[in-house]
C-alpha cells in the first residue's frame, strides 16, 4: 500500500516569506509525528498528533511555527516570516496508535530560505 | 532528557567485512530502539525495532540488540556490501510526557563499504 508522502519535496523560498508543508499519512494512522533535520545536527522531533488533537507541542523552535491536521489524516506545517536558520529537511512519520508502534517516515521537504 | 549517541561517526570498510555500530542513550526509561537507514536526499527506513522488553532482533544480515539496563545496542551487519553504504541511525522512543512515541535520534553512522 500507499506509503507517507510529503509535499513539496523541495522548497526554497526567500527570508521572511510564509511557507506551508504537507504530510500525507498512512491511510489507518492516528498518530502523526514532525521531526526536523538541520544540516550537522541530528533529527529533531517538532509535534506530534493523536488524531486531530496536538498534545505535544514541546518541540516546535519558536511561535512562527505551527501545525494542524485535519480529519485525522492529512497535516500542514506552517513556517511564518521563515528564516535562514528555518533550512532543514522537514520529515514527517505516522505509526498506527502512536507508543511502541513502527514508525513510517516520508521521504521528507527539503527547504532553503535564502 | 533522553540523549542518543552514536559511535562511530563515519566507518568505511571493504566489501564482506562484518560491522558492528554502537548506539548509547541515557534514560532506559525506553519503549522501544529503532534502528533506521537514511540514503542521501532520501527519507528514512526502518531496519529493525526492539521492544523494550526483547533483547535483539534479526532480519537477514542485519541483528540489533538491546541491554536496556546499561543504555546500549548494536547493530551488526554481516558480509557487508556496497549497497550497504548509508547512514545508520538509532532511535529511541520513550515513555514520559504527553507523546506516545516520540523518537529521540541519535546523529548516526555514515558508512561507507567500498568493493
Known amino acids: 500500500g500507499a506509503g507517507v508522502s510529503q509535499s513539496p519535496s523541495n522548497k526554497v523560498t526567500e527570508k521572511g516569506k510564509d511557507v506551508e508543508l504537507r504530510c500525507d499519512p498512512i491511510?489507518?494512522?492516528?498518530?502523526l509525528y514532525w521531526y526536523r533535520q538541520s544540516l550537522g545536527q541530528g533529527l529533531e522531533f517538532l509535534i506530534y498528533?493523536?488524531?486531530?488533537?496536538?498534545?505535544?507541542k514541546s518541540g516546535l523552535p519558536s511561535d512562527r511555527f505551527s501545525a494542524e491536521r485535519t480529519g485525522g489524516s492529512v497535516s500542514t506545517l506552517t513556517i511564518q516570516r521563515t528564516q535562514q536558520e528555518d533550512s532543514a529537511v522537514y520529515l514527517c512519520?505516522?505509526?498506527?496508535?502512536?507508543?511502541?508502534?513502527?514508525?513510517?517516515f516520508g521521504p521528507g521537504t527539503r527547504l532553503t530560505v535564502l | 532528557k533522553q540523549e542518543v549517541t552514536q559511535i562511530p561517526a563515519a566507518l568505511s570498510v571493504p566489501e564482506g567485512e562484518n560491522l558492528v555500530l554502537n548506539c548509547s542513550f541515557t534514560?532506559?526509561?525506553?519503549?522501544?530502539l529503532q534502528w533506521f537507514r537514511q540514503d542521501p536526499g532520501k527519507g528514512l527506513t526502518s531496519l529493525l525495532l526492539?521492544?523494550?522488553?526483547?533483547r535483539e532482533q534479526t532480519s537477514g544480515r542485519l541483528n540489533a540488540s538491546l541491554d536496556k539496563s546499561s543504555g546500549r545496542s548494536t547493530l551488526y551487519i554481516a558480509a557487508s556490501q556496497p549497497g550497504d553504504s548509508a547512514t545508520y541511525l538509532c532511535?529511541?522512543?520513550?515513555?514520559?510526557?504527553?507523546?506516545?512515541?516520540?523518537?529521540?535520534f541519535g546523529r548516526g553512522t555514515q558508512l561507507t563499504v567500498w568493493p
Open positions: 512519520a505516522s505509526s498506527l496508535n502512536g507508543g511502541v508502534d513502527t514508525q513510517y
Open positions: 491511510s489507518g494512522h492516528t498518530a
Open positions: 498528533f493523536q488524531g486531530n488533537s496536538a498534545p505535544d
Open positions: 534514560d532506559s526509561a525506553i519503549y522501544n
Open positions: 526492539i521492544q523494550s522488553s526483547q
Open positions: 532511535a529511541v522512543a520513550t515513555f514520559g510526557g504527553s507523546t506516545l512515541g516520540r523518537l529521540y
